[in-house]
């Protein structure tokens, strides 16, 4: 079994940058994918950035891209969304999901993902 837990959100202004913490445990050995998603009040949650742990290969929303950084520690066994130039749109439940299944394309669809955490606040103010 799998469980993960995400830490790093807070309250920042627009223009600022934080670094999201996913830590994961248990059969690590069995996953394949780590992505980092987000849910705004009342919205659907979407993918940001998807990283394979195995080949370090990572892809991006159009709303992620060249802002967020998606990177891995197998070390801590944490994956990392470093976060830069936020606006107020970014304000979101913030959450990370880990496939242990494979897939020939990183996936980017809530339903890919099989394990999930209990999400950190990000709240960015204009």
């Known amino acids: 079994q799998v469980q993960l837990v995400e830490s790093g959100g807070d309250s920042v202004p627009a223009g600022g940058a934080l670094r999201l913490d996913c830590v994961v445990s248990?059969?690590?050995?069995?996953?394949?994918?780590v992505g980092w998603f987000r849910q705004a009040p009342g919205g659907e949650r979407v993918a940001g950035a998807v990283i394979s742990v195995r080949a370090n290969t990572t892809r991006y929303t159009d709303s992620a891209k060249g802002r967020f950084t998606i990177t891995q520690d197998n070390t801590k066994n944490t994956v990392y969304l470093h976060m830069g130039s936020l606006k107020p749109d970014d304000t979101a439940m913030y959450y990370c999901a880990a496939r242990t299944r494979y897939s020939g394309i990183l996936p980017l669809q809530t339903f890919d993902y099989n394990v999930w955490g209990r999400g950190t606040q990000v709240t960015v103010s204009s």
């Open positions: 248990g059969v690590t050995t069995s996953i394949h994918f």
